[in-house]
């Protein structure tokens, strides 16, 4: 079993900056894949950027690619968020699985969320 937990979430201006940790526990990451999602109200939940075991890197194109940084270091998973709009505004989830996949039905390992709210 693996438990994550994130933090870092908050209340920004546009154009503001944050940064969002999942800290995971309960088993090795060493061969898990991890990965930021995101829903906003009223929306289904979406990806945003995936880490894999290996050091590769996905983002979704159209809403956050050079924006957002993912990174990863041990049992932590990190996401820089740069230039934030208001359509960033959502509920973000870490979560993590064995497949090498971006689909979220995949992902056997869910955080509880950090709501990240930018205001104009």
């Known amino acids: 079993q693996v438990q994550l937990v994130e933090s870092g979430g908050g209340l920004v201006q546009t154009g503001g900056s944050l940064r969002l940790s999942c800290t995971a526990s309960?088993?090795?990451?060493?061969?898990?894949?991890m990965a930021w999602f995101r829903q906003a109200p009223g929306k289904e939940r979406e990806f945003v950027a995936s880490?894999?075991?290996?050091?590769?890197r996905t983002y979704d194109p159209d809403s956050v690619k050079g924006r957002f940084t993912i990174s990863r270091d041990g049992a932590k998973m990190f996401l820089q968020m740069n230039s934030l709009k208001s359509e960033d505004t959502a509920v973000y989830y870490c979560a993590a699985t064995k497949s090498f996949t971006i689909e979220r039905a995949f992902f056997d390992y869910w955080g509880q969320g950090t709501q990240v709210t930018v205001s104009s």
């Open positions: 880490i894999w075991w290996s050091g590769s």
């Open positions: 309960g088993r090795t990451l060493n061969d898990l894949n």
